[in-house]
């Protein structure tokens, strides 16, 4: 049961490089995210995107652009990394309607 | 903008006694629903409970239960019988419908032997 698949699971960038963190799930969910979580500060959302075709702006979604490719991926693409951007990313999924998410096992991400 | 507070960053409890984790949220709409998420050192995020707004009755899942009060806005995990497997990071989330889901900071809870 694979359930929802991140990667990579760590990756180094450099100050302006850009990145597309990858994330697929096989329950046929409806809804996938993107979280951040860094020391103190918990998850917090970055985009979602409740259905196939539609994306909405989270908590912090300044930096960062995502594709829901098709009901299975949903992407999260960094243009321009900034340190700011050093964080453990977790994307996750669910069915919607009052059901509870499955996560990834995360993305450690450092930016120099 | 709604949003999930924790406000005990870190608790600890005897092994086999009772904990009491809080969480308090605020939101303006009437139909949402709340969870409560462990994650444990292995970074795994795992469902423990949740809550539909909705609903008077208090979810139970074995050893963990929530006092849901919401007119409070508050929604507090029970751990009855702390085991040491129960030592991980506890996280409230809030999801509304648009299938919005976010999070509190966290309660760190250390199971003392």
């Known amino acids: 049961n694979a359930g929802v698949t991140q990667t990579p699971k760590f990756q180094v960038l450099k100050t302006g490089q850009s990145m597309t963190l990858q994330c697929a799930q096989d329950?046929?969910?409806?809804?996938m995210y993107w979280y951040r979580q860094d020391p103190g500060m918990g998850l917090r959302l970055i985009y979602y995107s409740a259905s196939e075709g539609t994306t909405d702006k989270g908590e912090v979604p300044n930096g960062y652009n995502v594709s829901r490719l098709n009901k299975r991926e949903f992407s999260l693409r960094l243009e321009s990394a900034a340190p700011s951007q050093t964080s453990v990313y977790f994307c996750?999924?669910?069915?919607?309607?009052?059901?509870?998410?499955?996560f990834g096992d995360g993305t450690r991400l450092s930016i120099l | 903008a709604q949003t999930v507070t924790q406000s005990q960053p870190e608790m600890s409890v005897q092994e086999a006694e009772t904990v009491t984790l809080s969480c308090t949220y605020d939101?303006?709409?009437?139909?949402?629903?709340l969870f409560w998420y462990k994650q444990p050192p292995s970074r795994q995020m795992i469902l423990v409970i949740r809550q539909e707004a909705y609903k008077q009755q208090n979810a139970t899942e074995n050893r963990f239960s929530v006092n849901f009060q919401k007119a409070a806005k508050s929604f507090s995990l029970k751990i009855s019988d702390s085991q040491l497997g129960d030592a991980a990071m506890y996280f409230c989330a809030y999801g509304d419908r648009d299938d919005k889901i976010i999070f509190g900071k966290g309660t760190r809870l250390h199971i003392l032997p």
């Open positions: 329950m046929n969910h409806n809804s």
């Open positions: 996750a999924s669910s069915q919607g309607e009052n059901q509870p998410q499955h």
């Open positions: 939101t303006s709409e009437s139909d949402y629903y």
